[in-house]
């Protein structure tokens, strides 16, 4: 029969084995708990802060919201959009055409020529977007057409040849007065996109129409304060 002695050593060390198997299983199943936690705030990633439509404010999604809305389709009044402004972007390169041989405004000429690079630049960014989903594009000179849809705010054929006319502080008056009414007419069809339901949500047509109404909206406070110089 063992002693009391080697049973008390057995149990010993039994209870010490117990001990390092119990703890051994506790740290295995923080580290799966911790692994989990890493996991799962991985995969719902920090909140993002949507900016809202002009003129809204902005909010919080969370990261998998921000995943699906990067997944939506352009609409039919998507493709209207950009069609309708590459049209009405056209019509303001050929206002800008005009002021070469009709001011002597170098402020006028370096306005020209900002809105010349950016509308020009959109222009082809907005084809580009036409063609790659096998959408109409729009000639940048379709707008001359007989019987071809004014968008808002663009000059009517009468308003373009009064300006062409005038020279001088007259023209650059007359410029900016129809210019401020172009792009308040852009502002217009931004609005009535996003107020259409389901349209603007594409990511690409949303920043697009946003930096839209963003620029215009600068370019119409410079072109107002250089109109008030003129009226002094």
Sequence with gaps: MPSCGH???SSAVLIDKLKTVTLGITVVLLTLVSAACRTAGSQAGPPIVQPGAPGEASHVIAAAEATDLSRVQATAADVRFMQG???HHA??????ALLATRTNSDDMKKLAQRI?????????????WLEVRHQDVPSEHAHHMAGAPLMPGMLTPEEMDHLAALK?????????EGMI???AGA????????ATPGAGQASEIFAFASDIDADQRMEIDRMGAMLRELQK
């Design 181 to 183: 009414k172009h792009h």
């Design 116 to 128: 010349e690079i950016s509308q020009a630049d959109e222009i082809k960014m907005m084809q580009r």
């Design 85 to 87: 402004m590459i049209h």
């Design 7 to 9: 049973m008390n050593l």
């Design 91 to 96: 019509q303001a390169l050929d206002m800008t």
């Design 168 to 176: 001088g502080a007259a023209f650059d008056r007359q410029f900016l």
């Design 187 to 194: 502002l217009t069809m931004v609005q009535e996109l996003f």
